[in-house]
């Protein structure tokens, strides 16, 4: 009775550590049997990680703001300094390599005024006009008319898309990836101190904005697909929205896309001094220089030879792609290939996309296998 009173009284001590989601709990007793040199060698290492850590806080200035309009620090590490004499004259703006006219040529005038006079603009064009490659070019070319400081970021939902789009506008200007136009999705990247034209994903744009707490190190943001909602450009609109008007700010906002409710987004930014004030939205209505046909399943039977075997259905009611249709999309994705011609001009292979849309994954992979067995035949 007395030793269970004795061990009653002893003061618990509870370590730091848990085993399986428990705390262990000792006594006094158990803490002072510990070895003594494996408690100085804790100390040790405690000390030699506070050490390590002050060192790590020191060199991070979070706080340190840009000295200067060109020279910014990016969410990366980067310093831009950006010269726009010196972009301007060492690379060339004179010349492109797009041959066709785009139905956004034509609105050119009207999307620089609006642009220049508005702090947000909404551009709402069909799918193939030329927003997105073009819009940048506008502004990037008007500032360069005008020896006007520019530092623009266009974001894009996907990787694949901003990496594709900003090959393009530097293949339409002769520029090398990196230069004035590049990109950065994720930790890759395409960029350098002369660069100002950068696409984007969308989550890097929203960490640079966090990072800075502003939005004064773009000139110009664009914000294309914005029908694509999702947390990182709901939160990214909601920030620009704040800094733009919370702290006055001169960056100029445009929004793109094909097929969203306009009104919405123009009521989101409408001016903060006169709430009947929305931000102007300029529709590209012009047709598109591609012509578009449309063809159903059934259009397809004089294609096929059905005397072998009944062209097959889509049946509504099993979600399900048969063997049949697969055979169907796999000699129709083959005929289209044939559609590969010459440029009459440049004597250059032009090779077209097709663009398939699936279910899941599953799909896909049974897609890639077809196609893959078809082409061995």
Known sequence: MNKLLENFHKIPVIPTGQVNGVVGISTEDDYSSTDESEEEEGEEYEQEYVAEEKKKYASFKVDQEPSTMSEVEGVDGITFKNNPLHVYSQYSFNTTSRKKELPIDDFKDKILYHIGTYNVVII????????????????????????????????????????????????????????????????EKKLSP??????????????????????????????DEIHERTQEL???????????????????????????????????????????????????????????????????????????????????????????LWKVFTCLVSLIDRFDFKDKYTNELIIGSILVFLPGIYEIEEAHKYLREHSET
């Open 194 to 223: 002369d660069s100002i034209l950068t696409y984007m994903t969308t989550g890097v744009l929203l960490q640079k904005i966090i990072h800075l707490k502003r939005l004064t190190e773009y000139t110009h943001i664009i914000i």
């Open 124 to 187: 709402h064009g069909p799918t193939g006009c030329g927003k997105t490659t073009q819009v940048p070019q506008f502004i990037l070319d008007y500032c360069r008319d005008e020896g006007k400081y520019c530092n623009i970021a266009v974001t894009q939902p996907r990787k694949i898309a901003t990496i594709n789009i900003a090959k393009r506008v530097c293949e339409e200007r002769g520029w090398a990836m990196g230069t004035v136009c590049g990109y950065q999705v994720g930790l």
């Open 234 to 324: 709901d939160f990214l609109l909601l920030l620009i929205r704040k800094f733009l008007y919370a702290q006055n700010s001169t960056t100029k906002i445009i929004l793109m896309s094909a097929t969203i409710k306009a009104e919405e987004f123009a009521n989101y930014f409408q001016c903060k001094n006169d709430v009947s004030f929305l931000a102007p939205i300029i529709q590209v209505d012009k047709d598109s220089n591609f012509t578009k046909t449309l063809y159903y399943l059934e259009d397809l039977k004089s294609v096929f030879d059905t005397t072998k075997a009944a062209f097959p259905t889509f049946d509504i009611d099993k979600p399900e792609i048969s063997e049949g």
